[in-house]
């Protein structure tokens, strides 16, 4: 079975301190797919980035990092000098070959403080 | 961009009644899911569809269908609305073109109350 679990349900940081949500994941499949994404208070979810299993390269885009490790099917992800505009509730999302839905984690509240 | 909608931010609705929750999608999307998102627990799958006229059962379809009638609509359908059934409902829509599992693009969110 399929299983994304974020172990953080809430962090609170103050601004410019760097924060890293966990996330890891169990799957049979040897291809899947990995995603993060954000919720801010308005409700919508946002799409931050998706990794293929057989990609493993750390991504960096601006402050958000993804450090990929099949070793401890973790897909972390840490933001660098936090901001107000991050507070957000984040969720990690697994999908496997067969390209059904998304399995959710149960989110990381982040609040970050001025 | 693409653009997903809902047919409602908000909506109240009365124990037994049937409702309807529609979503839009405006980028020719052959897959589109409906999630249902409730505090601690995260967006559960309710049901998904890959072309018109065809649905997938998630896991946690009882007390929901759905319709698929045209392309850009997928339709969640409360038969007889229960309190348990007060959420935050997300519809998503992807596209098959670029891989069965690539990103899922969500809507703004109903939050239905059954009272």
């Known amino acids: 079975a399929q299983k994304v679990t974020q172990a953080q349900t809430e962090i609170s940081v103050v601004e410019k301190e760097d924060v890293t949500l966990d996330c890891v994941y169990e799957?049979?499949?040897?291809?899947?797919?990995l995603f993060w994404y954000k919720q801010p208070p308005s409700g919508e979810l946002v799409f931050l980035i998706r990794r293929n299993s057989f990609d493993e390269q750390n991504e960096i885009s601006g402050r958000y990092s993804w450090n990929f490790q099949k070793s401890t099917s973790s897909f972390n992800f840490t933001i660098t000098a936090s901001q107000v505009v991050d507070s957000a509730v984040y969720f990690c999302?697994?999908?496997?070959?067969?390209?059904?839905?998304?399995?959710f984690g149960k989110g990381t509240t982040l609040s970050v403080s001025s | 961009d693409v653009k997903v909608t809902q047919s409602s931010r908000y909506l109240v609705k009365r124990t037994g009644e049937k409702v309807f929750l529609e979503c839009v999608q405006d980028m020719d999307h052959e897959n589109m899911f409906w999630y249902r998102q409730d505090p601690g627990l995260g967006l559960r799958l309710i049901y998904f569809?890959?072309?018109?006229?065809?649905?997938e059962k998630g896991d946690i379809p009882e007390g929901y269908s759905v319709s698929r009638e045209k392309k850009e609509r997928f339709s969640l359908i409360l038969e007889s609305a229960s309190t348990n059934q007060t959420s935050m409902y997300l519809c998503?829509?992807?596209?098959?073109?670029?891989?069965?599992?690539?990103?899922?693009?969500f809507g703004p969110g109903t939050r239905l109350t059954v009272t």
């Open positions: 799957t049979r499949d040897t291809t899947y797919y």
């Open positions: 998503a829509s992807s596209s098959r073109d670029r891989g069965p599992s690539y990103e899922q693009y």
């Open positions: 999302a697994l999908s496997g070959q067969a390209g059904t839905a998304l399995i």
């Open positions: 569809s890959y072309d018109v006229k065809m649905k």
